[in-house]
């Protein structure tokens, strides 16, 4: 973990800052709380909520899809929105198994947070391999170990929106970006399961105090080949658990998935 990402983080015990020693981490606070780094370099700062987040199947399917590039035009996008705020330093809430995390930190700082520690460890032995500027924490959006007005932007791709804790953790003028299905997201996925397949209602938490400054709409069609592929589509979506196991069944008859990708993008700005 370099010095910028370690340098942003706090204890999550009694919000002090942390200080490297060794192969653990030390806050600076009375009591010296101590962390260990996990093997691939990821600490845990979850606390209480320790053990919930993705397992490995949820983590190894998102890893499956995404790592084959069929959301690569969304992450070319989060890298150009952010090189137009010229953010040095940023927070990933809710980083998953890091992918988007480490693509924009080829070129800044990066703190990527989540509560799956499967994610996050895969996350942080990716980032070695690549030579990426992230560093990864296991920790709850709502519970952010991060000093106040540490970043200059937050993004938060397709997880809940902690408004309060992103507000608190941006500096004056940094931005937050926010990503979730559009209406005709997956779409061609939705009318090969259903019957009646229905448009999607849009995030349903976004921000309300933060003065929005700018949204769009980003779509594509995309064709998944292979079984492996849709399976792992399918099982990193909320469909697979909404889904009988009749209409799951339908999936395995094709071997091909074209469909819609639309992803709505807001981006809010906190207040100078």
């Known amino acids: 973990m370099n010095q910028t990402v370690l340098e942003a983080l706090c204890c999550p015990i009694c919000k002090a800052g942390l200080m490297a020693d060794g192969k653990s981490c030390r806050c600076v606070g009375a009591r010296s709380h101590c962390f260990d780094f996990a093997k691939s370099g990821y ?46 330093f940023v927070v990933d809430a809710g980083s998953g198994e890091g992918y988007y995390t480490n693509r924009i930190a080829m070129e800044r700082d990066v703190l990527g947070v989540d509560l799956s520690r499967d994610g996050v460890d895969y996350a942080a032995r990716r980032a070695k391999q690549i030579s990426s500027r992230a560093g990864f924490v296991v920790a709850s959006l709502f519970d952010l170990p991060v000093r106040d007005e540490a970043a200059d932007a937050v993004v938060n791709l397709f997880a809940p929106c902690a408004e309060a804790e992103f507000t608190r953790v941006l500096k004056p003028g940094g931005i937050l970006i926010l990503v979730g299905a559009g209406e005709q997201h997956l779409m061609g996925l939705k009318k090969v399961i259903y019957d009646n397949p229905y448009t999607n209602p849009g995030r349903s938490d976004l921000p309300v105090r933060l003065p929005l400054i700018a949204r769009e709409r980003l779509r594509d069609e995309i064709t998944v080949v292979g079984q492996g592929g849709i399976d792992a589509l399918f099982s990193m979506t909320p469909y697979y658990w909404r889904t009988s196991a009749q209409d799951k069944q339908k999936l395995q008859s094709i071997d091909t998935l074209t469909t819609e990708v639309d992803f709505d993008i807001f981006i809010y700005r906190k207040e100078a």
């Open 43 to 88: 600490l845990n700062l979850a606390g209480t909520h320790a053990g919930e987040g993705d397992g490995k199947a949820a983590v190894l399917a998102r890893r499956t899809f995404l790592d084959a590039g069929y959301y690569q035009m969304l992450s070319n996008r989060m890298e150009s929105l952010l090189a137009e705020s010229t953010a040095k």
